[in-house]
């Protein structure tokens, strides 16, 4: 817990002063309205032996209305200042918690789910704002109006009739004890289950299409109604928790109340105190009644508090598995891609490498291809290129000369332009999408990006062409939209290096020879790396690589492959034949491309 403690002291210390200001005010609150029963004291006794004039009467109003406007005063100052901490606190941790997000490697997102991720951005985060704003009001305002009505009531009333009214009381802190373990524990149950909802929702409404097209609606309504039933009663245990404190509490303070009546109208008919002092002191009870609930509540909200903090803890504290360990006297690359006896195994697959003892090379300027049946190995490599993932010996792989760990991560992440397979658009218009990669860019050089793509004739004709606001993931446009779009965004940047993972896929031949004759011309002096399944992509390129079970089975130019005769020249004879029956028979291809 101190732990915990200490990152909620990171971010409250920030505030310090508007902390101590609200902390103030609320004392302030407390003092006048301990003061108030007082009045009542006064006026009843004064009334009682009759010493009391019609202009004392008046001096107790204008006291009275002086304490209220006090308590207002002080009441906005104290949420004002204390609420509004803990939001700015909120609003701090939120961002650090987006950021730290960003620094973190794959391995960390294969391994946690985005429901659970968003889970600490809602619930765990409204917690901790209500732990360090309500629950630091709670806290201290009970504690003080505690100190004080007790002071009270044995300083102007009775200490005999105190101890009388407080001895039920104590059965609370036990209680308490026993309740605040069970809360941690059940609350912290609870934000798992919902962070098990929030990703079931997630991912079945990003999978919608899918769900329809296999028309799986009532399985993923019976999943979505598991973890729903689960998050329920996680939910039901913390209720149940508090609906069996919240009414031994009220028991408690009735039992209090009761025992006031009884010893303190004793009191009052013997004489040993006035019919005011009694009226005050029941007052002052019903005071006491607050603090006693507060205490309840402020270890529910502060097992909650603390089970939130714990687990937005946990994600501060992930590293990177990918360090910036670059030269600042590497400022930019050229291209130069040396790529030497590359071996490469996922975490937790170490018997099974993915890339084994690859090796290959392009000068600045130059195009070099790759290709390989599905799970050979291909987006592995360009992945590694990127430092998504490291390889276990520096020299593996070097760009200009250098190797990939000496180049600054900014260098690197600048100077590399990359295409993914998933083709991800965000949900923003079609302008911002291809020029996400570059400060302020022109609406000039977007569509120079997006004409080279081949896409520019596609987006003025969408509804508010390049102001068109796509769907989520880009879900309003067809996959070949999609991947021009994508590749417009990759050239937009200019980079030395360009990588293009099968980006090609889903366009039509004429439309892929076009958009590589505008790579070619675009990008004279750049290097490009390419992976593709198609010959047709990549037979111009100046290296091509063939990978197999993640090994290079073949390296050349594409008559030197061809003139192997092995793999490559295989695919080729393959698709040449698909190639011919297409255009021999176009109606049964495009109904066979149908099925």
Request: aromatic fraction near 6%; proline fraction near 0%; avoid cysteine.
């Given at each position: 817990m101190r732990k915990e403690f200490m990152l909620a002291w990171r971010y409250v210390r920030r505030y310090w002063w508007k902390y101590?200001?609200?902390?103030?005010?609320?004392?302030?609150v407390d003092q006048v309205n301990s003061d108030v029963p007082h009045l009542s004291q006064e006026l009843v006794d004064g009334l009682d032996t009759g010493a009391l004039t019609l202009d004392g009467v008046r001096n107790i109003a204008l006291r009275l209305l002086m304490m209220g406007g006090l308590i207002a005063l002080g009441r906005f100052g104290w949420r004002f200042c204390l609420f509004g901490s803990a939001r700015q606190v909120e609003r701090d941790l939120r961002r650090d918690m987006f950021g730290h997000l960003e620094t973190l490697s794959m391995r960390y997102f294969n391994e946690h789910k985005t429901g659970d991720l968003m889970a600490h951005?809602?619930?765990d985060l409204g917690s901790v704002r209500q732990l360090l704003g309500g629950t630091v009001i709670t806290t201290f305002d009970a504690s003080v109006m505690l100190v004080l009505v007790l002071w009270k009531m044995v300083s102007r009333v009775s200490w005999r009739l105190t101890i009388v009214a407080v001895i039920p009381m104590l059965v609370i802190v036990v209680g308490n004890i026993f309740f605040g373990k069970h809360m941690h524990r059940r609350f912290l149950a609870k934000q798992e289950a919902f962070s098990e909802l929030s990703d079931q929702v997630q991912e079945s409404i990003s999978g919608i299409r899918v769900i329809k097209a296999f028309v799986q609606e009532q399985r993923e309504l019976a999943a979505f109604a598991k973890v729903n039933a689960k998050n329920r009663e996680k939910n039901l245990r913390v209720v149940r928790l508090i609906a069996l404190a919240i009414p031994i509490l009220e028991l408690v303070i009735g039992l209090s109340m009761l025992l006031t009546l009884v010893y303190g109208g004793t009191l009052a008919v013997r004489g040993?105190?006035?019919?005011g002092q009694f009226v005050e002191f029941n007052s002052l009870v019903t005071m006491l009644v607050w603090p006693?609930?507060?205490v309840g509540e402020c270890v529910s909200s502060l097992?909650?508090?603390?089970?939130?903090?714990r687990r937005i803890r946990i994600i501060m504290e992930e590293k990177p598995d990918i360090v910036d360990e670059g030269d600042p006297a590497i400022t930019e690359l050229r291209g130069g891609v040396e790529i030497s006896h590359l071996t490469f195994a996922y975490p937790g697959a170490e018997n099974h490498p993915a890339l084994r003892d690859v090796s290959v090379s392009a000068a600045p300027g130059e195009t070099l291809a790759i290709i390989g049946r599905t799970g050979s190995g291909k987006t592995t490599l360009v992945n590694l290129l990127e430092r998504l993932w490291d390889t276990d010996s520096p020299d593996m792989i070097r760009l200009d000369g250098h190797p990939l760990r000496t180049i600054p991560l900014d260098v690197l992440h600048r100077d590399i332009a990359y295409v993914p397979q998933d083709n991800f658009l965000f949900s923003d218009t079609v302008e911002n999408n291809i020029g996400f990669g570059v400060e302020h860019p022109s609406h000039e050089a977007v569509e120079a990006a997006a004409k080279a793509a081949c896409v520019h004739d596609n987006i003025i004709e969408f509804p508010q062409g390049y102001d068109t606001a796509l769907g989520e993931r880009g879900v309003t446009i067809s996959g070949g939209?999609?991947?021009?779009?994508s590749i417009a965004r990759a050239l937009m940047k200019d980079a030395p290096i360009l990588i293009m993972d099968d980006s090609l896929s889903a366009v039509d031949t004429d439309t892929e020879e076009q958009i590589l004759h505008n790579l070619r011309e675009n990008r004279r002096g750049k290097t490009t790396i390419l992976i593709a399944h198609r010959i047709s992509t990549i037979q111009n390129a100046d290296h091509i690589l063939v990978l197999e079970d993640g090994k290079r089975a073949e390296y050349g130019t594409h008559a030197e492959l061809m003139a192997l005769g092995g793999i490559y020249r295989a695919i080729w004879d393959k698709q040449q034949l698909e190639k011919q029956l297409r255009e021999e028979h176009p109606a049964g291809a495009e109904g066979g491309?149908?099925?």
């Open positions: 101590l200001l609200g902390i103030l005010a609320l004392f302030m951005f809602t619930n040993e105190i006035t019919v006693m609930i507060a097992s909650q508090g603390m089970a939130s903090l939209q999609k991947q021009r779009t491309a149908a099925q």
